[in-house]
Nanobody
Framework: QVQLVESGGGLVQPGGSLRLSCVAS????????MGWYRQAPGKQRELVAG???????DYADPVKGRFTISRDNAKNTVYLQMNSLTPEDTAVYYC???????????????WGQGTQVTVSS
């Protein structure tokens, strides 16, 4: 089985920073793309950033220039550095990973349980 566990969420003032981490564990042969989504109250879940195994990173327009996604393949971990946070960034943040559990198995997408980020004064 595979688990994704996020950490690093919390309450921060506008203009502040947070760093989210997500560790994948369990039956892992390889990890392809990893990413972060968020869901604010009353809104649909949206992609925040993604990173390939290359790695190549892509960002949603609202976070470009403020957020940075990175990964540590040796640790099966993806990070999201969030700077210049605004109240509009308040949401539950979820990490995802496309994981192949065995060499000849198909990859599937796994989700973490989510971590709350609240930006408020």
């Amino acid at each position: 089985q595979v688990q994704l566990v996020e950490s690093g969420g919390g309450l921060v003032q506008p203009g502040g920073s947070l760093r989210l981490s997500c560790v994948a564990s369990g039956d892992i042969f390889s990890i392809n793309g990893m990413g972060w989504y968020r869901q604010a109250p009353g809104k649909q879940r949206e992609l925040v950033a993604g990173i390939t195994s290359g790695p190549r990173a892509d960002y949603a327009d609202p976070v470009k220039g403020r957020f940075t996604i990175s990964r540590d393949n040796a640790k099966n971990t993806v990070y999201l550095q969030m700077n210049s946070l605004t109240p509009e960034d308040t949401a539950v943040y979820y990490c995802t990973a496309d994981i192949r559990p065995r060499q000849w198995a198909s990859a599937r997408t796994y989700w973490g349980q989510g971590t709350q980020v609240t930006v408020s004064s």
